[in-house]
């Protein structure tokens, strides 16, 4: 099994996906998806709008992405309940080296159901992408154990 693990990490880390999908790229509320759109999208500041955390904080576990502070958009945050997210809930998260954000995760619902090929994941920079596309292995391993849709934290904290 951690054979398993360790391939599928080295697969999705390999393989930065597409740098576009031709998404909008002015929406504020639906970070577009492929490396260079999405980043371009959050250079633009559009998930600075969303609900966020107040402050940075240490992650929570089991997230190996240290400190970090997390925003999510309308339709994230009006979901409540149980069962999957709608299509078009999305996170941004800031994850910092000390006072600096120096990369960001990002996931939205795609399409209706259950899993972790429902959502679109990205984390990195426009320089140094390590995972970016529907299902991608390099997320959805920890997602996977949230308490609702790889979704771990819901709303403003």
Same mark, same amino acid.
């Given at each position: 099994?951690l054979?398993?693990?360790?391939?599928?990490?080295? /697969?999705?880390?390999? !393989?930065?996906?597409?740098?576009?999908l031709? !998404?909008?790229?002015? *929406?504020?509320? /639906?970070?577009?998806?492929?490396?260079?759109?999405?980043?371009?999208?959050i250079? !633009?500041?559009?998930y600075l709008?969303? &609900?966020?955390?107040?402050?940075?904080?240490?992650?929570?576990?089991?997230?190996?992405?240290? @400190?970090n @502070? #997390?925003?999510?958009?309308?339709?994230?945050?009006?979901?409540?309940? *149980? &069962?999957? =997210?709608?299509?078009?809930?999305?996170?941004?998260?800031?994850? =910092?080296d000390?006072?600096? #954000?120096?990369i960001?995760?990002? =996931?939205?619902k795609? /399409?209706d159901?259950?899993?972790? !090929?429902?959502? =679109?994941w990205?984390?990195?920079?426009?320089?140094? /992408? #390590?995972?970016?596309?529907?299902? *991608?292995?390099?997320?959805? &391993?920890?997602?996977?154990?949230?308490?609702? *849709?790889?979704?771990?934290t819901?709303?403003?904290?």
């Amino acid at each position: 099994m951690l054979r398993h693990a360790a391939l599928v990490a080295l /697969v999705a880390c390999s !393989d930065p996906g597409p740098s576009t999908l031709g !998404d909008p790229l002015d *929406d504020p509320q /639906v970070p577009p998806r492929g490396s260079a759109d999405v980043t371009a999208w959050i250079s !633009d500041g559009h998930y600075l709008a969303w &609900g966020c955390e107040s402050a940075p904080h240490a992650g929570r576990p089991p997230s190996p992405h240290g @400190r970090n @502070r #997390i925003c999510s958009n309308d339709a994230l945050l009006a979901s409540t309940g *149980d &069962g999957p =997210y709608p299509v078009g809930a999305a996170a941004v998260k800031e994850i =910092y080296d000390g006072d600096r #954000i120096s990369i960001h995760a990002v =996931y939205r619902k795609v /399409v209706d159901g259950e899993g972790g !090929d429902t959502w =679109y994941w990205f984390e990195g920079t426009a320089d140094d /992408v #390590i995972a970016n596309g529907e299902g *991608d292995g390099t997320c959805v &391993g920890c997602h996977a154990q949230a308490p609702r *849709d790889f979704v771990f934290t819901p709303g403003i904290e």
